[in-house]
């Protein structure tokens, strides 16, 4: 995998981050706005967090492939 391929990638994951947050953020100031339960917004964000711990192990094995090119 090239340099360029590598920070295209990081580029797409923090882009899709970033995405995810702020679809988050609407969902979660919509059910504000609609008097919905924080059982949504809670489960919401528990998603949220889910995804974020899988963009970081993806981080993390594409660090590991870094590596291993570096050596």
Do not use: P
Request: proline share 0%; charged share 30%; no cysteine.
């Amino acid at each position: 995998m090239t340099a360029d391929r590598i920070a295209s990638a990081l580029t797409r994951i923090q882009a899709a981050m970033a995405r995810i947050a702020a679809a988050r953020d609407a969902l979660a100031a919509d059910d504000a706005r609609a008097g919905s339960s924080s059982a949504r917004v809670v489960e919401l964000v528990n998603v949220h967090e889910k995804l974020r711990e899988q963009v970081a192990e993806s981080l993390r094995e594409l660090d590991d492939l870094l590596a291993a090119l570096e050596e």
